[in-house]
């Protein structure tokens, strides 16, 4: 007794000391090693995760080699045994798991990885890792083959696929997201149905994550992104435009031929001067054939060559993209004449300010052309007509 309680002792020092060495010794001469380097994997090693847990590791195994020479055979050893390849085993998974974190950090820091993102393939490495290694756990414990688990687990394989049937969704969601591109991270995306708006900073098995705009964090399953859709902003990122589709709701009793006079006003502006001589011209040719019903200008159909003018050569609306200035069918709220076209920058806040100059311009020279926007009535507009009626 007195001898394996020696041996005991003498074996937890040498641990203790395999521990020491692993852990101010080896450690920190691998993390000057990999610093000197310019390759970036080799960085892993270097990870602070890892070493806490190959730390441990390290003197668990030297722990489970000594088992056989400082104790005698029996019961006692064979408890001491399993208990010791179980643990290692876990360990050693747990280790795996933190390479596999650490290898994906890394591949993060290089250029176009989020392009591609690796965490999800991981994740499932990491699953099949785990189910192995709980399978030779349990092996381990019960002290039976292999062979004989395998077999029963082919007897419950329809419940473990209910029990995973998530996880087997995520995975052939992640799968689909990262061959067909779909996703990256800082990808701009929107799903109304889960209120997202927001920009994706994390990829994973079975999640999405998501920072909305309002700073808030939205999580959602992988499988959802593939079986409900979502709108990726990333095409309108990488074109360098933004879409402008806005409409002013003209009153429609405002609407009116053009006099003379008007004719005469309009062709002082720069942008009208050579587009009413032109439509004064065909206007003439056109009444002058025998049988035809008169032309004649309209306030709102110069008014919207005025606007497609004025963003023709407007120096923030991209020129090279499409560009309309038209007419929506009128509704009990007016008629709608549409802006459709693309700012030459991404940016959300010069895209608003430039959208908001756009239409406060337009709105200020409807007068001009002596249109009026329509709007419901207000109640200043009570107050206004009650003291025209007193």
């Known amino acids: 007794m007195d001898a394996e309680l020696q041996g005991i002792a003498i074996l937890t020092a040498v641990a203790i000391g395999a521990y020491l060495a692993v852990r101010y010794a080896l450690f920190p001469a ?66 795996l798991g933190a390479l596999s974190a650490a290898t994906n950090r890394v591949y993060l820091s290089m250029p176009g990885a989020a392009n591609r993102p690796i965490k999800g393939y991981l994740q499932i490495v990491m699953i099949l890792v785990w189910a192995f290694v709980l399978i030779l756990v349990v092996a381990r414990l019960v002290d039976q083959p292999l062979g004989s688990l395998f077999t029963g687990l082919g007897a419950i394989s329809a419940v473990l696929i209910l029990v995973f049937q998530d996880t087997l969704l995520s995975i052939v969601a992640s799968v689909r997201i990262s061959n067909g591109d ?13 209120g997202v708006n927001g920009t994706v900073t994390d990829l994973a098995l079975h999640t999405v994550t998501v920072e909305n705009f309002d700073r808030t964090i939205t999580t959602i399953p992988t499988r959802q992104i593939i079986s409900e859709g979502f709108k990726n902003w990333r095409g309108m990122e990488q074109s360098g435009a933004r879409r402008i589709m806005r ?50 200008l309209t306030n709102l159909g110069t008014f919207r060559a005025y606007v497609e003018m004025y963003l023709r050569r407007h120096p923030r609306i991209d020129q090279t993209a499409t560009l309309l200035v038209r007419q929506l069918p009128p509704t009990g ?24 100059d756009i239409f406060d311009h337009l709105i200020a020279r409807l007068p001009v052309f002596d249109l009026r926007m329509h709007q419901a009535p207000t109640g200043y507009d009570f107050v206004r007509l009650r003291g025209d009626q007193a």
């Open 30 to 95: 691998v993390v000057r090693a990999t610093r000197a380097t310019a390759t970036m994997w080799d960085d892993i090693l270097a990870d602070a995760s890892v070493q806490n847990r190959a730390d441990v590791l390290v003197p668990l195994v030297v722990v489970r080699a000594g088992l056989g020479t400082v104790l005698e055979s029996g019961e006692l050893l064979d408890i001491t045994t399993r208990l010791g390849d179980v643990a290692i085993m876990l360990l050693a998974a747990h280790t």
């Open 182 to 194: 779909m996703v990256r991270i800082g990808d701009w995306i929107e799903m109304p149905t889960h």
């Open 247 to 296: 409409s002013l709701p003209i009153d429609a009793s405002t609407i009116r031929y053009l006099t003379d006079d008007q004719i005469t006003t309009l062709s002082a502006e720069p942008l009208l001067s050579e587009y009413l001589a032109d439509k004064r011209t065909q206007i003439d040719e056109w009444n002058a054939r025998p049988d035809t019903e008169n032309r004649h």
């Open 333 to 356: 709220s007016g008629l709608p004449i549409e802006v459709y076209a693309f700012t030459a920058t991404t940016e959300w806040g010069e895209y608003e300010a430039i959208q908001a």
